[in-house]
């Protein structure tokens, strides 16, 4: 049986995708669900931040800035501190990881450790595809049934854009999917239209009813309203338990990336995953595909 959060549900203020405010930080919200989430929830919680925290300390690695994922001087701190522990078991690997760095799975200490035992640093792209790799794949095997649907939706929805976008620019799209299954399948040998998933496949419609309309912003933004409702949709007989919260900070977290991201910046962003996509080892936002299931 789930707990059930009645007191900190109830008072949680509702949120739209269309709001052009938040009412508390995603930060704030995260330090208010630890007073009130038995630890194994709050460590669900850790686990759907994990793509994000996974780029963020990439790009301290590799002193990459990045305008999505800007990092405060307490998390700076804390990935610096991080990187230099890695170095250290790469030199001596029976060295422990230290407590405050068990926030993190162990297949990340792992990837990382790794990378500081090459002769020299690997491509940033092609670290990033193993991470988001790994964290896919561990997130999707989670047995909260949110986060496992949740991440397993997103693969499939990242995988038809990617196919979508690399077949319009005409790059060679298929060594960036990621996974097995029909829809892979599907997406990297067919040569219709529709990449042979036909009107049946109703994700497939909405992204390529979204990609049709040609202006970047628009298409980012529907997408987000597209991962919303199906959040919304999700959560529908879900009131009190951990996935409703767990769907709650999802759609905070979205709705303060557009509050903050100005057209300029998002344009910049857009081509830049298409440069990536072209010229690199891998597409920036690459999932592993496995079938969605709705609850």
Known sequence: MHTQYYYFITGLPVITIEDNKIP???DEFLLEAEEHLVASDFQLLRWLRLPEKVIELLNVIYNKEDKLHTIDEENLKFYQDYKEHMKERASEPTIPVRKEFKIFPDFLHKIITDLYTEE????YQKTRHKLLEATYEFCSKSSDDFLKHWFNFNRDMQNIIIAINGRAHNIDYVPYLIGEGELVEKLAKSHSLDFGLGKDNELFESIYLIWEQNNILYREKHYDILRWKWIDEFNFFNYFNIERI???????RMLNRWIKLDPTAGKEVFKNTIDTLSKSFTFPEQFKVKSTSKK
């Open 246 to 252: 767990l769907g709650y900070d999802e759609q905070l």
């Open 24 to 26: 508390f930080t995603p």
């Open 120 to 123: 020299e640093m690997p491509p």
